[in-house]
């Protein structure tokens, strides 16, 4: 059997990774500033991590969600502790698309509506509504498009309310800070001006902190930069620092009734156990802090970068725009100089999405070698 050919690839095959660096088969070492597309959080094989999931594994690994596991409610009292939400209520599933789809169905489920206004530039998942809620018409097969959804231009609030004023909207979906789009952020009053315009016609506001949250940004959510406090938050990547898990949190007038979400793998032992080694860590390691300690070291080590015509960044969630697109540098970084970074929708921006624990040396290692490949092309 082959495998369905969907992913185009580097030809690098890591075998070992630790803290900010992964090693090739041929030992290679790479520095990672994309962190496995904003998954790894705490870091590549943290030893706690490793002794967590360890000792787990030798217990039970899984069992449904037919019987009590507690340590589903010790992740959500860490999760409440050290993201400010104690009051809101956790669902866990597996996956980003997952945890949106969830977040979708609830909403339409408490307003009994099902029309979606989500924002251009979007990035939701691949699955049946997160896909359809995405701003990208080639993923999105005829099956999909079948969903209400409106989308309008980020930051534009006054489109955002001619879109509600209708009355038919369920949900306002929006990403923390739009990632794949190439480090959107919000305009300061964007988020507080849909939530009051949520309250208004009766939607209800829904946060994607898929790759924004989990601390990137300095804060434990992104949009806590700016705020609000949304209805649903949804959540996954960094949370299990490369254990698939996801979930989403929620405002408690939503009530809970049996069978109106479910999954089988969601909040399994091994799972839960990865979720609540990597708060750990992030809690004893300072490492939100951390995130937010270095956006201002970024922004003096990249501005005077040759072509460099933006940065965009909150903490660790950083866009650098050239004035050429990165495709070629992106390459050169990698091969030559051993680095990995991201791309994004918008041709001319580097992604860079490191472990949270990255240190500034590495930081400035990866600006001497940026400046090296920018330097020696002629791009
Ligand atoms: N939402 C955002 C903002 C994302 O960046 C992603 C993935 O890149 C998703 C949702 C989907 O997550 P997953 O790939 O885990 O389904």
Redesign the pocket.
Known sequence: MKLFDVYPVYPIEPVKAKGSYIWDKDNNQYLDLYGG?AVISIGHSHPAYIETIKNQLEKIAFYSNSVEIPLQNILAEKLGKLSGYETYNLFLCN????A?ENALKLASFKTNKSKVLAFKGG????TSG?VAITDNAKIIAPFNSKHQVELVDWNDIEAAETALKQGDVCAVIA?GIQ??AGINLPEPNFFIGLHDLCKKYGALLIL?E??SGYGRTGKFFAHQHYGVIPDIITM??GMGNGFPI?GIIINPTIEASYGLLGTTFGGNHLACAAAIAVLDVLESENLIQHAADLETKQNDLFKNTKGLKAIRNKGLMTGLEFEFPIKELRGKLVTEHKIFTGSSANPNTLRLLPPLCIEEKQLNFFKEKLDLALKNSNI
């Open positions: 597309h996956s980003g698309a997952e949106n990035f939701h998942g691949r997160a990403e990632g794949l994607d898929v790759q996954a990547k996801g």
